[in-house]
């Protein structure tokens, strides 16, 4: 029996090629999209959960109320990881965490690296297999240090390295290292990236902060004993803070702050290794979000939805074709079930095929998926045991209701209205009228997104930042030689160049770089009787020109000495609270003060997402500057590019040259919007095609379904225009309340999304009518040459009987 409703199904799927070709195609595509787009999110969801000890390791958070609200940070002072161990019942390994770039030197050989600083118990806390050396303890003193498999292979050639030595650049200093252990490369999915690791205490800044409980400068992990949960922690961890942050929390309370809801006014919160990576500080609340990948999932769905509902409306229109053949197999005998069985295994059939090209489909585009949309999915993810699951439960599920209910519909019909040939219109099939509203209402949800997250993006590419990001290049000074050094080589080697405007450098870059690095410097002080906070960068004394910051009071530095001084932004002044600013003396280093020697506009400096903060500019030699700065002539941009490059191959030939634009740098930080501004409008576009495929074959059913009604209306004089208005209406009703439906909630959830961001465009209600007239004109687009050419064709062909 199974034998034979295979081959009537395939008979049938043979003769009704565009149908069945039309379905395949969409099923297929929405298949790959759907497999792709969950790889992206199953990736994204599995950061760090392949550690062993996963689920009993936090990341340390320190949340304090301040006067203007509850303020949040991940980074620690150096006692607080050894003290909190000792002091606080619960703790099984702890580890500091301090991420840095530094210069590998082996002979004539310089190279960058991505070292960290950790504890002893970081390699037994995580699951990072050491594959060479010492696996029990691979960082045995402050001279051991620890590889990767890529790092090592760079560096020397080869993984057998245990045992060797190289030098690292520290303070301007080579300082020897021996290697101990290798360990395998990072996977992908992990927030704790190194190509070295080595012990926290040989960190240049440990020795001077090892008992400072006033510098905060890396974070804390740490993994609880079994059976302590994190809010039991949370909780023992209480008197602890009150012990050491004594005199921090009187002056929270002098200054004004209010003490939270448990009556506190600094506590430790515990983050789950796994919502590490989702991790966000924004506006002084710890929040874990996971809305990018959800996102991502919603996407898929709504794209197997569309398709799925694609062929039900496909399949009732298909079921018009075959009455007749229903009415006599009735006649014959033919029971409902086994009508519902051979309808359904057709369906069987084109789901089984166009799983099976979907599966192709995805892996074969599968790297320019990852090009697109900037992930590191790979074809490995769809054999995992848990991806596997979900997409068989999708496959059997659409099987059973997408295939079923065309199949329980036709297998229902009633002999006498299958031999007649009746089929129930467009106008009566509330089903199929809703499924309809539903396609294209996510249609217009999709372009709305599409439209508003593009419209944000470029909005924020040309917002003024308050300094120049077209003419100013920026690259790390990541030689040997003394960075405060470095930049006035340049300055000198570039001095009679007209292109090279002026050179300048800072302890910071502006935006995101091509070498990653991303860091912001604090300080705090006590000004007039209050606690200060502000964000600190030394720079040099041509670093306000270089950017182009504009200086509204005061004067900038003059000179390379003028280094007693400091000068403020706009917001800091606002902070100081007092009528002259640059009357105002800021002690930043105990019982020494620093005039404000000038105020200069704000300017973006962080993020779009977040508010203008306080800055100070200070300018010293004992500290280094990371970054140089070069001001180039609107002119011969490229070429002068090349003589930076150049110049700097000249003075640091053994050093990478990893400059870019400052614009580049901008966009790069909104590298996540641009991917989902991507991901939403792939799947805009692959919805209105899927749509308009299902729209098509719904077009198909009414114009058969009024065949002589069209030829009667043409005998009494209608015309082409009415009588295509007439087949073409209920469409568009259709897609007219989708737009109703689908513009509010799109509204609603665009107005969220763009709350995240301090800057931001107005939600006008342009970028509704567009995605509403967008979807009105394919459409009308998709459905009027079939109805016009009904519309015109010879009224004798219509109203002849068989």
Not at 264 to 289: A, C, Q, W
Not at 477 to 493: A, M, Q, Y
């Amino acid at each position: 029996m199974f034998k034979n409703y295979i081959k009537i199904a395939w008979r049938n799927l043979i003769k009704d090629k565009l149908n069945t070709g039309l379905n395949v195609i969409g099923l297929s595509v929405a298949f790959a999209v759907a497999i792709l787009l969950g790889m992206a999110a199953m990736y994204q969801l599995s950061y760090d959960g392949f550690h062993e000890n996963g689920d009993s390791i936090y990341k340390i958070v320190k949340t304090q109320q301040t006067p203007k609200g509850p303020q949040a940070g991940t980074v620690h002072p150096a006692p607080f990881a050894t003290k909190l161990k000792t002091e606080v019942p619960g703790v099984k390994r702890i580890t500091r965490y301090l991420q840095d770039g530094t210069l590998a030197i082996l002979g004539d050989k310089e190279m960058d690296m991505n070292i960290i600083w950790v504890d002893k118990d970081f390699f037994s806390m995580f699951s990072l297999p050491i594959i060479n050396g010492d696996q029990n303890e691979p960082l045995g003193d402050v001279s051991s240090i620890v590889l990767t498999e890529k790092a090592a292979v760079s560096l020397f050639g080869t993984t057998a390295i245990v045992g060797e030595s190289f030098n690292l650049l520290v303070e301007g200093k080579e300082k020897p290292f021996t290697v101990s252990a290798v360990a395998k490369d990072n996977v992908p999915e992990s927030n704790l990236e190194f190509q070295m690791a080595a012990q926290f205490e040989g960190h240049h800044e440990y020795l001077n902060n090892k008992d400072n409980w006033d510098a905060n400068y890396h974070d804390v992990y740490i993994e609880l004993e079994d059976g302590v949960t994190a809010s039991s922690f949370k909780k023992s961890s209480q008197s602890y803070i009150d012990s050491h942050y004594e005199k921090a929390i009187s002056e929270l309370k002098r200054d004004g702050a209010s003490a939270d809801v448990n009556g506190r006014y600094m506590n430790l919160d515990m983050i789950p290794l796994t919502d590490v990576h989702f991790l966000s500080l924004k506006n002084g609340f710890v929040e874990v979000s996971r809305s990018l990948p959800y996102l991502i999932l919603g996407v898929a769905f709504l794209i197997l939805f569309i398709a799925c509902v694609n062929y039900v409306n496909m399949s009732i229109a298909k079921s018009a074709k075959r009455l007749k053949e229903i009415g006599m197999r009735k006649t014959l005998g033919a029971q409902k079930k086994q009508l519902f069985f051979q309808f359904w295994s057709e369906s069987l059939f084109v789901f089984l095929v166009s799983i099976c090209i979907g599966v192709v489909l995805s892996f074969a585009f599968v790297n320019e998926f990852k090009t697109t949309f900037n992930t590191n999915v790979n074809v490995d993810m769809l054999l995992k045991p848990t991806f596997l699951l979900v997409l068989l439960g999708v496959v059997i599920l659409i099987t059973i209701f997408v295939g079923g209910y065309p199949a329980l519909l036709m297998s229902r019909l009633g002999t006498i209205q299958s031999l007649k040939g009746i089929l129930e219109s467009t106008g009566s099939n509330r089903v199929r009228d809703i499924l309809m509203v539903f396609q294209f209402g996510i249609a217009i949800l999709l372009i709305t997104g599409t439209l508003v997250l593009w419209g944000q993006i470029d909005y924020m590419r040309n917002i003024d930042l308050g300094y120049d990001k077209e003419q100013v290049i920026s690259f790390p000074l990541n030689g040997k030689r003394n960075s405060n050094d470095v930049v006035d080589l340049l300055r000198d080697e570039l001095k009679g160049n007209p292109n090279i405007i002026s050179i300048s450098g800072a302890d910071n870059n502006l935006g995101l770089g091509r070498d990653g690095s991303r860091s912001t410097s604090k300080i705090g002080f006590e000004f007039e009787g209050r606690a200060v906070i502000t964000n600190f960068l030394v720079v040099d004394h041509e670093f306000v020109q270089t950017l182009g910051i504009d200086l509204v009071r005061g004067r900038n530095f003059e000179s390379a000495s003028d280094s007693l001084g400091v000068i403020i932004n706009e917001a800091m002044a606002k902070e100081l609270g007092v009528e002259d600013p640059l009357l105002a003396q800021l002690e930043l280093d105990d019982g020494k003060y620093y005039p404000v020697l000038g105020v200069v506009k704000d300017y973006n400096f962080n993020d779009l997402d977040r508010a203008i903060e306080p800055i100070t500019f200070y300018m010293t030699r004992d500290w280094g500057v990371t970054y140089a700065y070069a001001k180039v002539g609107p002119n011969h941009m490229a070429a002068s590019f090349d003589i930076l490059e150049s110049t700097w191959k000249k003075l640091e030939p053994n050093a990478e040259f990893l400059g870019s634009f400052l614009d580049e740098n901008v966009d790069r930080t909104f590298n996540r919007e641009k991917t989902t501004a991507k991901m939403i409008s792939s799947g805009s576009i692959l919805a209105i095609i899927l749509s308009c495929m299902g729209l098509f074959a719904m077009s198909l059913l009414i114009v058969s379904q009024r065949t002589k009604e069209i030829g009667i209306r043409k005998v009494v004089g209608a015309s082409v225009g009415s009588i295509t208005y007439i087949l073409t209406k209920d469409f568009l009703k259709l897609v007219f309340v989708a737009f109703i439906i689908a513009s509010p909630i799109s509204w609603w959830v665009m107005q969220e999304w763009l709350q995240n961001y301090t800057y931001r465009i107005d939600l006008s209600i342009w970028f509704f009518i567009g995605a509403g007239a967008i979807a009105v004109i394919i459409a009308m687009l998709t459905i009027g040459s079939r109805t016009i050419r009904a519309a015109r064709a010879n009224p004798v062909k219509s109203l002849k009987t068989e």
